[in-house]
């Protein structure tokens, strides 16, 4: 599958890497100066993050081929995503070129945050191919996408936006600015009084959020935060007792405060009292890293964005058994920059966390899994002796390789390896001895003869 | 340290629990029916929560105390917090009991959201008394709180915020709704907007939320966030370049829409649609723990929330050796709830995680810490053996008891056992090889004398 960028700015290089890292082919137009320049270094950032969100390697990368026409790059397209400034006019000439070349049944998307589809789609040779997806940034990390346009492209967007680890948000309505720049506008207007009227300056604005709702919504938004405000007595009654709260003085200051030269000054000179001992480079790796820490510290409650991410994870993980030069292959991922320590490389724990997803690897191929746990079973890990050999490094690519020795009675031991997949330089080994348990008394009792069966038939695959 | 508590629901018991369990005092004062037994429950989820934030035990819980007066509770108060109704003239009264019992130097604090410390304080006897701490829900969780009133009574304030683990933002005009709720109020009205007029359900406003800006929002807030938008070009270019946005056609829709029966009821219905299959204790649950990971996600960033909670762990820290049976006590702690599997306990992983805090505290303890690292020699862990003796559960709090062996030339071994605090339960036990390395060849090397030396105290501090 392939996927043409038009446009490669920030937003345009950002949907690039994602579709490229999650295994489509991408190909390029953006003719303005330094443009490949900047399409790599947003490429680089999201090879170091996007991986690093999942339990399970992602797929081989996609091909990038940089093309010096709209018509090389949507040719054989199946998604077409414009990025171009946001001028209307600009963006139906680009419709104009992309509709001439592209196939019938390729989508084309536009990144905008402000125009509806039907201002993109005046004079357009087949209206109904154009639609809107709209990221936020960055968009190789951030799931969100709001898809508005015709019922009938959406239906065909949505399952591709969920591929490549999107959520897609069917906007019900054509609607200025969509949904969610609506609040962001909102905010931003009240933020710029807060400044010009002297209340609060950028960092006191941005701690206000950040210790506070901003954590709280990255989680649950808005309404369901006060469906738990209201409490028992429900959603209805808080409404009731917050609605005049709406007629309140401060509802009055909704006018744009004027961007007068001094309130421009004001709020860049905060901004670099703030931030500025950070480069732009430093600041969004330091985001990066904020997300894909918060991101992957919600899989396991399986909520929010924690839940969309499990949901491709879940497509990572191989049905089968898989092996590698003969070894029964338990983990295949890349090294998540949350498992780093002061040593700025892999706390010795996270081997432990290896060893432990490579005997979940061994337990479910042999249908001792999360529903077999369910159902009254498990085994429980007694003793385990780590030998590292190697330091392992942040954003590295590993794979533990898993001997099973037969089971005795209510024992199973594993040894496994764990390797760098680039050159499988060995960085550490491990025995571990586990036993079956029910989980009814958590005493330790014999497993059940089929799951004895699959094991050895496991280890009998290996050779 | 006492802390009266004037008003015990939701809010002041979250104020309540909080200083408990940060090891202050707290009375309480609240007749209302039913008062008791929703501030227990507070209680038992902060317990459940708060202490997990940290990887360091807590200081051992304050006494509570429930009063029948407002004389009763404030006496001996430090600390007074009001979160009663939010009716000026009743609190007024409240303040005028509070001061005719409370001490010169106590602080009178208000948890309003909307009212100015100027309101408060009309007809009060000693009106500086009074300002405003506003927090936000779950008090036991989020940091922050935002102060108002006069400068020298939120200078004595502040450090007592910080002290239980909070934020203080000193607002520095008073002005209606402080500055956070001003934000919510703006996005409030704009999806009241979109849910009357069938752009967006609920669920679908809050997705927009959570799964974009909203994570973006919980570390770096707005500014931040558009200093990373506006690139190399500045903060300045950004505006002038966002500017225009806000006197585009959504602006426009600034009213409040009517709080008619049927849009009330339509948000109710859609909330249910969306939240309904949980209660609200389930979903305060869900919440609480979500907020618990991604906070602590922040931690090993040293960013935002992070950053803040890093600040209590450094002083739960003990800076001398601690000894407990004749031991050296390594870790203690409770056990987070990011760090259970499937099988419901603390997953095999984590025990290597304290057994590398514990030998984190030895090192840090012989002088070989971060400054140390810094400077060019470090331990690596090159061999770990442990034995799983007993399932560990979140919320249990666990000590580690470590032996040292005696430095013998690059080497040192550790040998440590993890027990239950509550009744010395024995859960695992690791022998831990680690060897001196050169942080600049990261080989292995001698290490300096003066941690030799260090580490054999260390061992004989022990019996």
Redesign the interface.
């Known amino acids: 599958m392939t996927a043409a960028i038009i446009g490669a700015g ?1 937003i345009g290089a950002g949907w690039g890497a994602r579709f490229a890292l999650m295994g489509w082919d991408v190909s390029v137009f953006d003719p303005s100066p330094g443009a490949r320049e900047r399409f790599e270094a947003v490429y680089a950032s999201a090879s170091e993050s996007l991986p690093a969100l999942f339990e399970h390697a992602l797929p081989e990368p996609g091909e990038i081929t940089w093309c010096d026409s709209i018509e090389a790059a949507v040719q054989h397209a199946r998604w077409i995503q414009e990025s171009v400034p946001e001028q209307l006019a600009m963006k139906q000439e680009v419709y104009k070129s992309i509709q001439a070349h592209c196939r019938d049944d390729a989508i084309v998307s536009s990144s905008t945050s ?1 125009f509806k589809p039907s201002e993109l789609q005046q004079g357009a040779s087949r209206p109904e191919q154009i639609m809107v997806a709209h990221p ?2 960055p968009v190789y990390l ?3 996408a ?1 898809l508005v346009g015709n019922e009938e492209t959406i239906k065909q967007a949505a399952p591709i936006i969920e591929e490549i680890g999107m ?1 897609p ?1 069917h ?3 054509e ?3 969509h ?2 720049d ?11 009084w ?1 400044v010009n ?4 300056t ?24 006060y ?3 209201g ?2 007595a ?3 009654h808080f ?2 007792q ?2 005049p ?7 009055k ?2 006018d ?1 405060p004027d ?1 007068t030269p001094e309130l ?2 004001q ?2 000179d ?3 009292a ?2 500025g001992h950070y480069s ?1 480079r430093e ?2 790796r ?2 990066d ?3 894909v ?6 899989k ?2 399986q ?3 924690g839940a ?1 991410l499990n949901k491709t994870d879940q497509r990572l993980i191989n049905e089968a058994a898989v092996y590698h030069d003969e070894q029964l292959v338990t983990v295949h991922r890349v090294i998540p920059i ?1 498992w ?4 700025a490389h892999m ?7 290896v ?2 997803d490579a005997a979940d690897t061994v337990l479910r191929l042999a249908g001792a899994d ?1 529903t077999y ?1 369910a159902s009254g079973g ?1 085994f ?9 050999r190697n ?1 392992t490094l942040p954003g590295e690519t590993v794979r533990c390789l898993t001997r099973i020795a037969p089971l005795d009675g209510k024992k199973l031991k594993l040894s496994h390896e764990m390797r760098r997949a680039s050159d499988e330089t060995l960085l550490a080994s491990a025995d571990q001895l586990l036993v079956h348990v029910d ?1 009814s008394t ?1 005493k330790s009792s014999i497993p059940p003869p089929h799951i004895a069966s699959a094991l050895s038939q496991l280890q009998a695959g290996a050779s």
Chains 1, 2 share one sequence.
């Open positions: 920030v402000g936020f940034n951030l799931p969100l709001e959520y948000l906007v019900r309505q609607i200025d600015a949904i969610a609506r609040f962001l506008e909102a905010v931003w207007r009240e933020a710029l807060l009227d002297g209340v609060a950028t960092e006191e604005i941005d701690n206000a959020i950040r210790y506070g709702f901003g954590i709280r919504w990255a989680q649950m938004g808005l309404f369901e935060t469906r738990l405000a409490g028992d429900g959603m209805a409404i009731k917050f609605g709260a709406l007629k309140w003085p401060w509802t200051l909704m744009v961007l421009v000054q709020i860049a905060q901004s670099d703030q931030s732009i600041l969004e330091i985001r890293d904020n997300l820490s918060m991101l992957r510290a919600l396991p409650r909520y929010g964005a969309l949350d780093m320590d002061y040593n706390n010795e724990s996270r081997y432990g966390q060893f432990s999360e746990v498990s429980f890990t007694v003793d385990c002796h780590i030998q590292y330091e989980m958590r």
